[in-house]
């Protein structure tokens, strides 16, 4: 099951804290995840330099994974549908890649306040 990633652990607390060089970005354009799997391993980009806008989302172990504007592919990457990635990898990333994906619908869900319709800010 894609839960299942002992002995990982998922700490999906808030933290405000801003992304290390080291830590994973989760970049989607139209419901698809720019990742790299082969082998059925899965990769993400690691945090750009001057990257300003990635917003916490959880860490597996000591890992970060960060949601950030959409990017042009990379070298090595590619934007991939959920589904793609299902049959194609397993194991905790895959399971960083569809919680990612479900924070970042609910962020671009609920972009605007729902009394006044103003665009929410993030702090």
């Known amino acids: ?4 990633i002992l002995p990982s652990r998922l700490n999906n607390s808030f933290r405000n804290v801003q992304p290390r060089p080291t830590d994973y ?3 989607f354009r ?3 995840l720019l990742a790299a799997c082969a082998d059925g391993v899965l990769q993400f980009p690691h945090v750009p330099e001057n990257c300003t806008n990635a917003v916490y989302l959880f860490s ?4 970060a994974f960060f949601l950030a504007d959409a990017a042009e592919s990379a070298a ?10 299902r049959d194609r990898c397993t194991g ?5 890649a569809f919680t990612a994906y479900h ?3 609910w962020y671009t869900d609920h972009r605007f306040c729902g009394i006044c319709g103003g665009n929410m800010q993030h702090d």
């Open 1 to 4: 099951m894609i839960q299942d």
């Open 30 to 32: 139209d419901g698809k």
């Open 60 to 63: 597996i172990d000591q890992e």
């Open 92 to 96: 905790k990333y895959l399971y960083a």
């Open 25 to 27: 970005v989760m970049c």
């Open 103 to 105: 924070l970042h619908q």
């Open 76 to 85: 090595d990457y590619q934007y991939y549908t959920m589904r793609e990635l």
